[in-house]
T-cell receptor
Framework: NAGVMQNPRHLVRRRGQEARLRCSPM?????VYWYRQLPEEGLKFMVY????????ESGMPKERFSAEFPKEGPSILRIQQVVRGDSAAYFC???????????????FGPGTRLTVL | AQSVAQPEDQVNVAEGNPLTVKCTYS??????LFWYVQYPNRGLQFLLK??????LVKGSYGFEAEFNKSQTSFHLKKPSALVSDSALYFC????????????FGKGTRLSVIA
């Protein structure tokens, strides 16, 4: 069973360009989370999605950032018109729902390191 | 609001000695507590979790953590440190059993010296 997959692992963009980050959850997981890690800091929650639905986007910047998790294919985190402050590591995690309604721990992908020049 | 504090940015320990990485939390309701480890340029690896039951939780690679409700702490421990344990350790909390996002501490960098 492959783990959470993210690509690309490294992404370089110039200011004003668009960045697209992809995440394929573990097999059988239908819950996806995106986190951002700035240098020397912990992870900050951005958005939580289930298939075709955004459940919680309270951590997402209001402008330029969007996320989707379509019925088919990976989850996409999209950053439009990138700025230098967007440079960070972006991690995706997935989890499954257990019998009885509780949720399992989150499993993380290797991350995408975005550098904005 | 939920929060996690890891009071030490850096912990240094000699190989073979016991190690402790501290974590305190604040949450409304029952806490679900987690420890993750991050190696350089890698994602986070799950170490262990506390949901309910025995306050001493055993996890991967010989790590364990003790849940202390009165002190709202969940310190990570290992009886004998290895050089390969050197990494960045994150404590995280989630309120209850719902699928709410994790709230992470800032991380503690552990260095095990041979």
């Amino acid at each position: 069973n492959a783990g959470v997959m993210q690509n690309p692992r490294h992404l370089v963009r110039r200011r004003g360009q668009e960045a697209r980050l992809r995440c394929s959850p573990m097999k059988g997981h239908s819950h996806v989370y995106w986190y951002r890690q700035l240098p020397e800091e912990g992870l900050k929650f951005m958005v939580y999605l289930q298939k075709e639905n955004i459940i919680d986007e309270s951590g997402m910047p209001k402008e330029r950032f969007s996320a989707e998790f379509p019925k088919e294919g990976p989850s996409i985190l999209r950053i439009q018109q990138v700025v230098r402050g967007d440079s960070a590591a972006y991690f995706c995690a997935s989890s499954s729902r257990l019998a009885g309604g509780t949720y399992n721990e989150q499993f993380f992908g290797p991350g995408t390191r975005l550098t904005v020049l | 609001a939920q929060s996690v504090a890891q009071p030490e940015d850096q912990v240094n320990v000699a190989e073979g000695n016991p190690l402790t990485v501290k974590c305190t939390y604040s949450v409304s309701g029952n806490p679900y507590l987690f420890w993750y480890v991050q190696y350089p340029n890698r994602g986070l690896q799950f170490l262990l979790k506390y949901i309910t039951g025995d306050n001493l939780v055993k996890g991967s690679y010989g790590f364990e953590a003790e849940f202390n409700k009165s002190q709202t702490s969940f310190h990570l421990k290992k009886p004998s440190a290895l050089v390969s344990d050197s990494a960045l350790y994150f404590c995280a909390v989630r309120a209850g059993s719902g699928n709410t996002p994790l709230v992470f501490g800032k991380g503690t960098r552990l260095s095990v010296i041979a």
